[in-house]
């Protein structure tokens, strides 16, 4: 399941654009201010961003200029009271994606994200292979040559975040906001058991890959 961070501050519309992209089978984070958009990105592993222009905290789009002088390239769809020429140039102009003016049908809101999660680059992005293992998020499988086994989300928003950090150690923290969204309540051992789940089905594969436990750092994939 594709995670996707909404930052809008208007407490109705983002109920309802969380509902419908849950309903489209997309997991949903909500933020209100541009700050807490920055940390949430970098604690998570987002396939798209929806944003909102007028905040508490400033113009949406200066997150989109953050985001992309950072070398980040998560999608970004604009969402704005302003229609006119202009506004809507500004947004392309400082790296989103798409932009769509308020009001809007859902459906289109929905469908807007499932074009973004469409484009080729972020499906490279999304299909990531580290040693002998491949991950597959469209079908929820891990391939080690010829072998698969199925890994619900949590376990694949897990692997997805590993394999991004490329051997790096990956705090704890991240690793649950990442399995869990950011929001989200999570019990003290819930982590310990997916990595433990984890490890098992890497062995069942026959793979070379093993999850590391750097103590006071985080953990790291690494090859035997």
């Known amino acids: 399941m594709h995670r996707v961070l909404l930052l809008e501050d208007h407490t109705r519309l983002a109920a309802l654009v969380r509902q419908a992209l849950e309903g489209a089978g997309l997991a949903c984070d909500v933020v209100e201010r541009a700050s807490a958009a920055w940390a949430a990105l970098h604690a998570v592993d987002y396939a798209a961003v929806i944003i909102d222009r007028g905040l508490p905290d400033g113009d949406g789009l200066d997150l989109v200029r953050r985001l992309r002088a950072a070398q980040r390239f998560t999608p970004c769809l604009i969402l704005t009271a302003r229609d006119a020429l202009h506004d809507r140039v500004d947004g392309l102009e400082a790296g989103a994606d798409d932009y769509l003016s308020k009001p809007f049908p859902m459906a289109e809101l929905v469908a807007r994200v499932r074009a973004l999660l469409r484009r080729p680059q972020q499906q490279v992005a999304l299909s990531p292979t580290w040693g002998d293992v491949q991950l597959l998020p469209e079908q929820g499988l891990m391939v080690c040559q010829s072998a698969t086994c199925a890994l619900p989300r949590t376990e694949m928003q897990i692997m997805l975040t590993l394999f991004k950090n490329e051997g790096a150690p990956v705090r704890r923290g991240a690793l649950e906001a990442a399995a869990w969204g950011a929001q989200e309540a999570v019990t ?13 089905k890497l062995e069942h594969l026959g793979s070379t890959l093993l999850i590391n436990n750097i103590r006071g750092v985080g953990y790291a994939v690494v090859e035997s």
Do not use: E, G, K, P
């Open 188 to 200: 003290a051992n819930a982590l310990d058991v997916a990595l433990h789940r984890l490890r098992r």
